[in-house]
C-alpha cells in the first residue's frame, strides 16, 4: 500500500517560484515511477513530469525548461520546482505512481497564480 501526499502549493505572482513535494508513505522502494499531474477548472488531467528510480525525467512541453523534477530517496518523497510560473500554470497539482500494478494519486495541491 502507499499513500502519497502533495504540499507546497500557494499563491503566486507570475514570474514566481514553487517547490511542490510528493512524500510517500510505505515502501518506496517498490516506486519506481512518480508523475505529476495537474488539472485546471474545466480541464482535463494533464500530464506535467515523470521521474524513475534511475534518474530519468520527462517533461510536458508546457512546463519544459521551467521545472525540475527531483527525488530524494532517504525522505521517500519527489519535487516539482517551477519557475517562471504563469496564470496558466494555476491548476490542483497531483502526484501519482504504480505500485504492484495499483495506481496511487494524492489528494493534490492548489497552485494559483495571479497575472
Known amino acids: 500500500q502507499v499513500q502519497l501526499v502533495e504540499s507546497g502549493g500557494g499563491l503566486v505572482q507570475a514570474g514566481g517560484s514553487l517547490r511542490l513535494a510528493c512524500a510517500a508513505s510505505?515502501?518506496?522502494?517498490?516506486?519506481?515511477?512518480v508523475n505529476w499531474y495537474r488539472q485546471a477548472p474545466g480541464k482535463q488531467r494533464e500530464f506535467v513530469a515523470t521521474?524513475?528510480?534511475?534518474?530519468?525525467?520527462n517533461y510536458a512541453d508546457s512546463v519544459k525548461g521551467r521545472s525540475i523534477i527531483s527525488r530524494d530517496n532517504a525522505k521517500n518523497t519527489v519535487y516539482l520546482q517551477m519557475i517562471s510560473l504563469k496564470p496558466e500554470d494555476t491548476a490542483v497539482y497531483y502526484c501519482?505512481?504504480?505500485?504492484?500494478?495499483?495506481?496511487?494519486w494524492g489528494q493534490g495541491t492548489q497552485v494559483t497564480v495571479s497575472s
Open positions: 501519482n505512481t504504480i505500485s504492484y500494478g495499483i495506481t496511487y
Open positions: 521521474s524513475t528510480r534511475s534518474g530519468s525525467t
Open positions: 510505505g515502501s518506496f522502494f517498490s516506486i519506481n515511477v
